[in-house]
């Protein structure tokens, strides 16, 4: 049979997506495009040959490890350095994980892995200080007094005037100051540490839904705006139970959240930019879908 399989993979593979399609097509819209199929990706060669040749030492720590080590946050010695893309972020990501959250099974590690110097991996409750830094910071996280991407702008600019007026109420000036014509209204606009409201950092809760509940009640959270990703539907391969399609996993949030800032409020044209943070995802992700076809349950197992 062995010679025959290359071909015997294809059909199934091909069976399976239409098999897959037809389960998913219960509703109207149906997803027939795989979305992580017209990336612009660097050649994954690199990780083809790790995944054949298997597990591998950790540079770091000695820990035997599959792409990355993911305690260490480093690729592993199958995997150099240097065959792995790097992405420049517009913003600096700070991802905050759950200490129960099984880091080999988080995607958050990904963004470390691709854009080291953009992005911070935090284990809660160890957590960066943010109060002094809402007009700059936002987290990301959907509920009812989330924002979307497009309007973080005007809430950040709100957030200036707002802090600005605050500032002038607590002072001892006396409030005719305040009255004054409209170029000097609240001169401290005028300060260039008020005039740029875009946004300096984006933080992501990486955890189950649960555990993220926790966190994100923690009062250095709570006075951060918050916003919100438009729906996009998950190609997570540990789709969680229960919950609908659009919970992205950490790296699929981070990625969209980047190209809609992109194209929303950075107004610049998307032309893939950060494609390659979906460099280990995409590969991943489709070596999962291989092996469900195939029924190969060892690499389902070394990815899970
Ligand atoms: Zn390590």
Redesign the pocket.
């Known amino acids: 049979m062995s010679f025959n399989q290359p071909v015997f993979l294809k059909e199934s593979e091909e069976k399976n997506s239409k098999f897959v399609e037809i389960q998913q097509s219960q509703t109207t819209s149906v997803v027939s495009e795989d979305p992580l199929q017209n990336l612009c990706l660097a050649s994954q060669e690199v990780l083809q040959k790790a995944q054949q040749s298997g597990r591998s030492k950790?540079?770091?720590?000695?820990?035997s490890?599959m792409f990355y080590?993911y305690?260490?946050y480093?690729p592993v010695e199958n995997v150099p350095t240097e065959q792995i893309p790097v992405v420049k972020l517009p913003l600096k990501i700070d991802i905050i994980k759950h200490p129960n959250e099984t880091d080999g099974k988080s995607t958050a590690i990904h963004a470390k892995l691709l854009a080291p110097e953009f992005v911070d991996i935090y284990t809660y409750p160890c957590i960066p200080e943010y109060e002094e830094k809402d007009h700059e910071v936002a987290l990301v996280f959907p509920g009812p007094k989330s924002v979307s991407v497009k309007d973080i702008s005007s809430h950040l600019q709100k957030r200036i005037q707002n802090t600005v007026r605050g500032k002038n109420d607590d002072s001892d000036k006396p409030s005719f100051k305040l009255k004054k014509t409209e170029g000097q209204e609240g001169c401290d606009l005028n300060d260039s540490k008020w005039k740029s409201t875009t946004l300096k950092k984006v933080i992501f809760i990486d955890s189950t839904w649960n555990q993220t509940n926790k966190i994100f009640t923690d009062e250095r959270l709570q006075g951060l705006l918050q916003v919100e990703l438009k729906s996009r539907k998950t190609c997570f391969w540990r789709h969680q139970k229960g919950k609908p399609d659009t919970f992205l996993s950490t790296i699929e949030a981070i990625y969209y959240f980047l190209v809609d800032y992109h194209t929303d409020v950075l107004k610049e044209k998307y032309i893939g930019q950060y494609d390659n943070l979906l460099f280990f995802y995409s590969f991943m992700y489709q070596l999962i879908k291989n092996a469900k076809c195939s029924g190969d349950k060892e690499t389902r197992k070394l990815i899970h």
């Open positions: 950790c540079l770091k720590c000695g820990g490890r080590c305690t260490c480093v």
